[in-house]
C-alpha cells in the first residue's frame, strides 16, 4: 500500500490505517485507490476474518480533502462510492476504531462499518450543508436507521457533531474505551469474531446488513438523482474555498 494507508496482519485480524495525520487523515484520491486496494486484499486473504478500520495521529478521519475537491478532485470511485468503500463494503465484517473527529465522509466511513468501538473522547458528524454539501457517501441514507429520525435530521440539517457518549446509548457505539483505547478495544472485539468459522462470519454479515437495507442500490442510484446538482453548484464550489481560506462562505444560491 502507499504511505497514506498503512495495513498490519495478526490473529486473523487485518487493520488498515489511514495515514494522513498532516490532513486529519482527510481523503484525496489517492487515499481512495489505496483504501479501495487494502479492503481488496484483506477481503481475499484466508488469513484475515476480520478488519478494523482506524487514522492515525489521533483523528479518525476529517472526511473528504476540501482543498483537493476545489481543485476538482472527486474521492469516489465508480460503484465503489467515497473512499472506495461506503458504497461497497466488504464481505467480511469491518469495525471502526475510533479516536477524535469522525467528520462528513469520516462519519460515512464509521456508517459503513459494522461495529463501531470509539474513545470517549471521540465525535462524530456531517457538517456538509455548512459548505453546501450533502453527506452523499451514505451519512443521509444510513444516519435514520441508528438513530431516531429526529435526532437524526438534527445532526443532517445543523451540522453540529454528536458525542461517543450519546452515540453509544443510541447504539451506534458498541464499545467505549478511554482515550487512546480504541484500536485496542477494536481488536478485542475483532478477536472474538475472529474465532468463528469464516463462512459463516460472511453469510451471517450479508443477511444482518441486508436486513436493514443498508446497502440498497435504489436508494443509493436515487440518491445521485437528488444530489448531483449540488456537487455542481457554485456554492458547493465557494464552501470548499471558504473553507481552504478559513473564511465565512457567501451563498447565491446557485
Known amino acids: 500500500m502507499t504511505d497514506t494507508v498503512l495495513t498490519e496482519v495478526a490473529d486473523g485480524v487485518g487493520t488498515i490505517t489511514l495515514n494522513r495525520p498532516e490532513a486529519k487523515n482527510a481523503v484525496d484520491l489517492a487515499t481512495t485507490e489505496a483504501l479501495a486496494a487494502a479492503v481488496d486484499d484483506f477481503d481475499a486473504r484466508d488469513d484475515v476474518s476480520v478488519m478494523v478500520l482506524t487514522g492515525a495521529g489521533g483523528v479518525f478521519c476529517a472526511g473528504m480533502d476540501l482543498k483537493a ?22 464481505a467480511k465484517p469491518l469495525i471502526a476504531a475510533v479516536e477524535g473527529w469522525a467528520l462528513a465522509g469520516g462519519f ?28 452523499a457517501g451514505g451519512g443521509v441514507l444510513r444516519l435514520p436507521k441508528t438513530l431516531p429520525y429526529q435526532r437524526a435530521m438534527e445532526l443532517a440539517l445543523t451540522g453540529d457533531p454528536i458525542s461517543a457518549e450519546e452515540a453509544h446509548r443510541f447504539g451506534l457505539v458498541n464499545v467505549l474505551t478511554e482515550p ?5 478495544g477494536a481488536r478485542e472485539l475483532a478477536g472474538r469474531i475472529a474465532v468463528n468459522g469464516p463462512l459463516a462470519l460472511r453469510a451471517t454479515k450479508q443477511l444482518v446488513a441486508g436486513a436493514v437495507r443498508w446497502t440498497d442500490r435504489e436508494l443509493l442510484d436515487h440518491q445521485v438523482t437528488v444530489t448531483d446538482a449540488v456537487f455542481s453548484s457554485a456554492d458547493a464550489q465557494e464552501g470548499a474555498r471558504a473553507f481552504a481560506e478559513k473564511r465565512a462562505p457567501v451563498w447565491r444560491g446557485v
Open 69 to 90: 475537491f476545489a481543485r476538482g478532485e472527486r474521492p469516489a470511485l465508480p460503484g465503489r462510492g467515497f473512499a472506495g468503500l461506503t458504497e461497497a463494503p466488504p
Open 108 to 135: 460515512e466511513l464509521v456508517l459503513s462499518c459494522d461495529l463501531v468501538v470509539a474513545s470517549r473522547e471521540a465525535r462524530f458528524g456531517i457538517p456538509e450543508v455548512k459548505r453546501s454539501l450533502v453527506a
Open 180 to 184: 487512546g483505547g480504541a484500536l485496542a
